[in-house]
């Protein structure tokens, strides 16, 4: 080997030669490289060779030896052994051969191509080694030696920097990362990646994740902008602040709610902030005895959440002051936490003020200042209470011929206003018994017989009707005594029994003198029933009178004109126009009130009506009656001013608020409506006109009767009433006697009362449909009663059917209705079974019908019948014009209609369904 400059392709190059193919014998001629340091190098280096050898053909003339190829040796070290040349130490590498050999030519031209050879060496554990090239016949020339290591270089992978890493000798180096700036680990999987014997990254295993407040962008993290936030790993990037939040500086891990606006403890940052809602509206109540319901409107504002609650506040005040609610006081569902706006309040006590304050909340209700959500106190003041069970008897003195027994009163603030009913009769003789009201809580039962047994039932009666009879209790008489009678005694017995004789004698007279002028309907008594009244004084009628205004006088308050400011017409009658006004006494505040005006062009007889209703209403006193205020005479127009009703007549009402009551509720004002005619009745007031349009309804669903004196007149209906030589009748609401006899009673007007039952179970419908009034009447007359109302209580309905009794005689007193509806409202579950409804009964007669089996012409006269005349234009716009094509509706059909309601859809399936039976 020499070292020899020679060009190639151009240049000069420095090179080894050996070419010793023309020597004799053998040749091993060698070249050893100096000692190459590798340190702390990869175990694994790399030899690149560069080198020419000449093709063996292109010699001339005889040659001994020549081959093409060398080898490569190598030999670890651990320090520089100089010159000192070892071959047995040196291990051998490869056999290295030349793709591509050059001939004579070539060097004349000096286009010589380099070979290439990469050979590794594995597995190096000494600090250096030698490189030696073994020639044995070859013409080679090496031009290059460059002996290397490789690394995996450094980089960037899932937010990790891996380092420069020296590949291994063999198989994969497992390399960990390193999180960029604002990275962490992933959870349980930290940034891995393998390093190959080539100097390549293989295999990545975990990542890094951007914190909180930056997101990932071109391999690092940047932090989110203003208005932006990055709350969890989760997230890939930056959010959008939820409404009504933002963040003011860069990299926000959250959204701050803006002033007025919370976010629950349980919410993430990425909900909405929301605040608290306003406050309740129209917090309205119905009060039946000492048993209350309130409800009211949902707040305008609920603050953007859904989780909304209520919660009512009861107070308990005398005078000035107020204090919580005692335990007693039960609200149903509950007092806090109602999902709907409405609820039950029980055991209030009679004649106590109450205010019941309704507050609104959701989820951030209480987390800071927030809007007004009390809506303003409700202020109730309890009247009568219910009648409530009689117990605790004791029996305070006997003989043989009385008992004095004596019980526990009712808590009750008025005791006035309870009285009790004892029935009492011998023991097995139960059908013989007699009955006595009493004021007081005590009774002294006399003329018994001796060493007898008698049982005793006792319950109390308040203005809402009588409550439950006790248990029965057994008390018994003394035996008699056995001794003489003395002559005082004797003497006492005969004035006894002359004395019975003439009260006998004096109450025969009495009996027929009354006779002449008694109610037309008798008094329910029968044998074996004892009943002792206390006669109400009647109400004065004008007829007395010679002048009428002078009746008005004693029992009306004349205004003064001034005192009365008529605002706007809200209604016009038989007498004239009826205001809405306003009427300020002096000293008192301005209240709002109704003005019935007699019009200018009255008659003797309209200017007689008007007195004599004014006078009727003077007379009486009742919650559930019209209260009048006074009346003007003196000038004209002549008016009636009465309290201002702000929900108008029952009918018009519930007409615009179908199915919006509940049962109970209206229950409730029908309950009104028969505690005001219990009133009427004892006062031996017929009304003659009881009907729906004639009811008045107060704000908090207060019923009351008013339009006394068949005053009213429809003179938009031509069928409204029927004319008879004694004046006009209401034919629908009228009893049959009534009208073919003119016999007005207290039963007539029951019978007219449960056509208002009716009217207020079916949402103001009109009673009979269509059917003319000669139709009615002689329907009537065959039996025919009114079907009940769409899922109408069958309670209910029985109760109506017994008002309708064709015999008077057989319908309930208006005080056994009123207290039949308390123990309804009181026992709720009563009124879930509902009334069958017949689709096949008709508000027509059979004469009107059409044809086919369908007893109808036309769809608006079907619809008209089963009270639903209000869908007609449904049907048109639908394209249903003959009854043929209702027969296949169904429920889905009539709400695409605009038929939504269920209770309208099983109405008109059912009638459908009785056209198909």
């Excluded at 005895?289 to 909304?308: A, C, E, V």
Aim: with cysteine.
């Amino acid at each position: 080997w020499s070292e020899v400059q020679q060009m190639i392709n151009g240049t000069p190059i420095y090179m080894y030669q050996d070419c010793s193919v023309l020597s004799e014998g053998d040749t091993d001629h060698w070249l050893r490289t100096n000692w190459i340091y590798r340190g702390e190098a990869a175990s694994r280096i790399y030899v690149e060779l560069k080198f020419t050898v000449r093709d063996c053909k292109s010699f001339k003339g005889e040659v001994v030896t020549c081959k093409e190829t060398f080898n490569l040796y190598y030999m670890e070290s651990e320090q520089d052994v100089g010159i000192q040349f070892r071959r047995p130490l040196f291990t051998k590498l490869n056999t290295v051969a030349a793709d591509r050999s050059f001939t004579s030519r070539d060097i004349e031209s000096g286009a010589m191509q380099l070979n290439t050879e990469v050979c590794s060496i594995g597995k190096l554990s000494r600090r250096g080694f030698y490189l030696a090239f073994q020639n044995s016949g070859a013409c080679v020339a090496m031009v290059s030696v460059r002996v290397y290591y490789k690394t995996c270089p450094e980089a960037v992978r899932g937010l990790a920097r891996f380092p420069e890493t020296l590949a291994g000798s063999e198989g994969l180096t497992e390399v960990p990362g390193v999180c960029v700036e604002y990275a962490a680990e992933e959870v349980g999987s930290p940034p891995r990646m393998h390093c190959s014997t080539d100097g390549e990254w293989l295999v990545p295993v975990g990542r890094c994740l951007c914190a909180v407040g930056f997101e990932e962008v071109d391999g690092s993290c940047v932090a989110c902008q203003r208005g932006f936030y990055r709350h969890s790993l989760d997230a890939k990037r930056c959010l959008k602040c939820p409404p009504n939040s933002l963040s003011n500086e860069s990299g926000a891990t959250s959204c701050s709610c803006n002033a007025g606006f919370y976010r629950a403890p349980s919410e993430g940052q990425n909900i909405a902030c929301t605040r608290p809602p306003s406050a309740p509206r129209n917090v309205s109540f119905s009060l039946i005895g000492t048993q209350l319901s309130l409800w009211w409107q949902p707040p305008s504002d609920h603050g953007g959440r859904k989780d909304l609650t209520y919660t009512v506040f009861c107070q308990r005040c005398h005078l000035l002051s107020c204090e919580p609610c005692e335990a007693g006081v039960v609200f149903s569902p509950s007092a806090s936490g109602l999902t709907k706006p409405a609820v039950d309040v029980d055991g209030l006590e009679a004649y106590t003020n109450y205010t019941f304050t309704v507050e609104a909340h959701n989820g951030v209700s209480g987390m800071g200042p927030a809007p007004q959500r009390t809506a303003p106190a409700v202020w109730v003041s309890v009247g009568h209470a219910a009648p409530v069970t009689v117990s605790q008897f004791i029996l305070t003195q006997r003989d043989d011929s009385s008992l004095s027994v004596s019980w526990l009163a009712p808590r009750q603030r008025s005791r006035t206003s309870v009285e009790y009913e004892v029935m009492f009769f011998e023991k097995g003789e139960e059908a013989r018994y007699t009955v006595k009201h009493l004021l007081e809580p005590n009774v002294t039962l006399r003329d018994l017989q001796p060493d007898t047994a008698y049982l005793l039932r006792v319950r109390s009666i308040t203005p809402l009707g009588p409550g439950p009879y006790s248990a029965e209790q057994e008390f018994r008489t003394l035996p008699p005594d056995t001794g003489a009678l003395s002559g005082g005694v004797i003497v006492s017995i005969i004035f006894g029994v002359l004395l019975c004789i003439g009260l006998i004698l004096g109450f025969v007279m009495f009996r027929r003198k009354r006779a002449r002028w008694r109610h037309a309907r008798p008094d329910y008594n029968t044998s074996g029933f004892e009943r002792e009244k206390v006669w109400l004084k009647p109400y004065v009628d004008l007829q007395p009178y010679d002048d009428p205004s002078r009746g008005v006088l004693e029992f009306t308050k004349e205004l003064d004109v001034s005192c009365v400011t008529m605002e706007n017409v809200i209604g016009e009658g038989e007498f004239g126009e009826v205001y809405r006004g306003s009427l300020r006494l002096p000293g008192k505040e301005r209240i709002v009130v109704a003005i019935k005006t007699l019009k200018s062009t009255y008659s003797d007889s309209q200017w007689w009506n008007f007195l004599r209703e004014a006078t009727i209403m003077g007379q009486f006193n009742h919650p559930n009656i019209v209260r009048l205020e006074g009346v003007v005479t003196k000038r004209r127009p002549m008016m009636i001013i009465t309290e201002y009703m702000e929900n108008g007549a029952l009918d018009t009402f519930l007409r615009e608020n179908e199915e919006k009551f509940s049962p109970v509720q209206l229950v409730s004002m029908l309950q009104g409506i028969a505690s005001g005619m219990t009133y009427l009745s004892e006062h031996n007031y017929v009304h003659r006109d009881l009907a729906a349009r004639n009811i008045l309804v107060t704000r908090s669903l207060q019923c009351k009767v008013s339009d006394f004196g068949l005053s009213r007149i429809l003179e938009n209906d031509a069928e409204g009433t029927y004319e008879t030589k004694g004046g006009k009748i209401p034919i629908r609401w009228t009893a049959p006697e009534a009208i073919a006899h003119r016999i007005f009673t207290s039963a007539s007007d029951v019978w007219s009362f449960g056509i208002v039952m009716w009217e207020v179970l079916s949402f103001g419908d009109k009673p009979y449909g269509h059917m003319t009034n000669q139709e009615v009447m002689k329907s009537l007359e065959d039996g025919y009663r009114l079907p009940p109302p769409v899922d109408c209580p069958s309670i209910l309905y029985e109760l109506m059917k017994n008002c309708w009794s064709h015999d008077r005689m057989r319908r309930p007193h208006f005080q056994e209705i009123r207290a039949q509806l308390q123990h309804f409202i009181s026992s709720p579950q009563l009124l879930r079974p509902v009334a069958d409804f017949d689709p096949r009964v008709t508000l027509r007669l059979p004469s009107c019908s059409g044809s086919d089996g369908i007893p109808y012409r036309s769809i608006p006269e079907w619809l008209e019948s089963i009270r639903m005349k209000r869908y007609i234009s449904n049907f048109r716009t639908a394209g249903l014009d003959t009854m043929e094509s209702i027969l296949e509706l169904t429920a889905e059909d009539l709400k695409q209609m605009g038929v939504s309601l269920p209770g309208h859809q099983k109405r008109i399936l059912c009638s459908i369904q009785g056209f198909k039976e």
